[in-house]
């Protein structure tokens, strides 16, 4: 079984550049959803979809963000124009409905110069 | 509210045992995980508690109290490898998004 993938695994962009992530996850994973981790601290929740729907998307820091999960299968983040505080390690995660365990994949590093 | 605090950092000598807590205020509670992440890596399951007790698995244990709101992780018999940095996380409901903590590194000295 293919785990979570992700892509890019590393970005560099301008300030003011728009860059796009896309996340693949465990094939039947209904839920499926993004966290980023800046400079080492917390793992920070940012949305979360239940198949194409977006059950939560409380954690998203503004406008210039936004998720995709067209036919709930993979998603794609977006965020334009990208800030220099936009930098950091984004991570997708996909579990299956009912258990416990979600798998993440390994990242999209993000550098907004 | 939702938060979890655990410890920054923690130190530990190899072969030794040490232990992680996790302190959470969530307005609702239905489970504590527990997740694993080297340097450069993806956060990895280790374990899960929904009820109150010790969850063992292998060298890794986990513990839940609901009533005070405190879970812990307990790591026996420390390698080398088990350097990294280790996160609680809870959530509130079966349906609901996964909070994680801060993550608490921990260093393993020879």
């Known amino acids: 079984e293919a785990g979570v993938t992700q892509f890019p695994s590393h970005s560099v962009i301008e300030k003011g550049q728009t860059v796009t992530l896309r996340c693949d996850p465990i094939?039947?994973?209904?839920?499926l959803y993004w966290y980023r981790r800046v400079m080492g601290k917390e793992i920070k929740f940012l949305l979360h979809f239940v198949k194409e729907s977006k059950q939560d998307e409380s954690g998203m820091p503004n406008n210039r963000f936004l998720a995709e999960r067209t036919g709930g299968t993979y998603s794609t983040l977006k965020v334009q124009p990208a800030e220099l505080e936009d930098s950091g390690v984004y991570f997708c995660?996909?579990?299956?409905?009912?258990?416990?365990?979600?798998?993440f994949g390994q990242g999209t590093r993000l550098t907004v110069v | 509210g939702q938060s979890l605090e655990q410890p920054s950092e923690v130190t530990a000598v190899e072969g030794a045992i040490v232990q992680i807590n996790c302190t959470y205020q969530t307005s609702g509670f239905y489970g504590l995980s527990w997740y694993q992440q080297h340097d450069g890596g993806a956060p990895t399951f280790l374990s899960y508690n929904a009820l109150d007790g010790l969850e063992e698995t292998g060298r890794f244990s986990s513990f839940l109290s609901r009533s005070d709101s405190y879970g812990y992780l307990l790591l026996q018999e420390l390698q080398m490898k088990d350097s990294a940095s280790y996160f609680c996380a809870v959530r509130y409901s079966s349906a609901s998004k996964i909070i994680f903590g801060s993550g608490t590194r921990l260093s393993i000295r020879p």
């Open positions: 094939s039947g994973h209904d839920n």
């Open positions: 995660a996909s579990q299956k409905t009912g258990r416990t365990e979600a798998f």
